[in-house]
């Protein structure tokens, strides 16, 4: 990583938050703080953005010299400030000390990609990546290529930002400023000439965003908006409605105020007025929050499937999950014991003003841990697209015990009964430190086919693998609680 300001240290944030092992170089002293309060509140989003099992995370060091920070790199992210020459000087120093393939992504929002590789030795490994702030949080990067970029290179960029939980945006012909800062700019120079001439002040401007379209653009865009603003006609009927007024004078879109002290206090003041009596931390923090709070909404929709940002989110989420349960699945498990395939940390996000994790919590650490069984046995994303699946139809939970924000705690995993169409479990929730049993969950599940909505067998791999555990946990003492029900006396 070089660079370590605003979009660097987001950079750091999400690839540290996905495993990935970041070395940085930045010569400005104060970089090892900013980083570091970043990464903070990167901790705390992702901490709420989702409750999918995280990757164990990566580690960031501060390199000595450009040299140092990619000599063993597989990807380089540069984001440098937006000086050609400055960036053109980094890539000489890259390319003195990294490999020749090595991928290098320029965080640019607006230099042309042919541009920055005109003096490189190896123009093919660089191409464009423009995030969004928070880079931790907002998934979409647009991908750039100039001239002499490979297709290679592109291609294991949009693969790595995939894999993280981004939304890679080919953009298809390579133009100053690419797409979405090119609206940025359009309504940055409207909302700086409504302040100019004293139509709006910076606090009315926002409120007309967040408070109206700003809400249909985050889950919509714009074309898909005004489409439904042409009601049953559709597009069409959009356009012929609105289409004349682009030619009344509505906007000073081809006009730019003069850029003088006297703008640059009026919107400073009314900035300060505005938003002074909050830190840029706390700013942060809200805004980290609010678009949680968003892409968990968007997750919801569409059948669960998600929506815009959510679906991204959701996908993001299933990786995840498919990660986890896989490396449990793949790792050396003795089935004549209780079989140990779920472990997390309790997030702050789980807890109650008491500091304990609340009781829907253990719910879903339960159902989690049903789930790393299913994967166990071999219930993997194939054979649920295949519409086949386990649906859990009863459910009694015993909480046993408090825990804490920041504590391990795993799931131990008994088979009780498996038949071709049902599996009993019993799972327990104990603490990673003490290992006391905190909770208990006692579940019966069937399989059914999703499409027909019934009962049916399972496969005869899955029904076979979970008829070998429940054998196998038959010679265990039954555990305590099993068969127990609600207010069942001691």
Known sequence: MIGGGVIGAGWVARYIHNGIDVAIFDPDPEAP????????????????????????????RFASSVADAVKDAEL?????????????????EIEAAAGADVPIASSTSGIKPTDLQAEMKHPGRLLVAHPFNPVYLLPLVEIVGGEKSSEAAMTRAEEIFSEIGMKPLRIRKEIDAFVADRFLEAVWREALWLVKDGVATTEEIDDAIRFGFGLRWAQMGLFETYR?????AGMRHFMAQFGPTLSWPWTKLMDVPEFNNELVDLIAGQSDAQSGHRSIRELE???????????????GQNDGKGWGAGETLRQYEDRLYARAHARAAAAEHDITKPLRLHETTVSPAWTDYNGHMTEFRYLQVLGDATDA???FVGMDEAYNASGRSFYTVETHIRHLREVRAGKPIHALTTVLMADEKKLHLFHEIRHGE??????TGEHLLLHVDTKEGRACPAGEEIQAKAKQIAAAHEALPRPEGAGRSVGQKK
Not at 48 to 59: D, E, F, I, M, V
Not at 76 to 92: D, G, H, N, S
Not at 228 to 232: F, H, L, N, P, Y
Not at 285 to 295: C, F, H, K, S, T
């Open 76 to 92: 380089i992210t540069e984001a440098a400030p937006e000086q050609t020459a400055l960036k053109r000087k980094i890539y000489a």
């Open 33 to 60: 703080r900013k980083v570091g309060e970043v990464v903070a509140g990167a901790d705390r989003a992702y901490a709420r953005l989702t409750n999918a099992p995280q990757t164990a995370k990566g580690s960031y």
């Open 434 to 439: 003490t290992d006391e049993v905190l909770a």
């Open 373 to 375: 069984l299913l994967r």
């Open 285 to 299: 923090r809200i805004r980290d929050e609010n678009l949680v709070a968003i892409m968990q909404a968007l997750k």
């Open 228 to 232: 439904v603003a042409g009601g049953e």
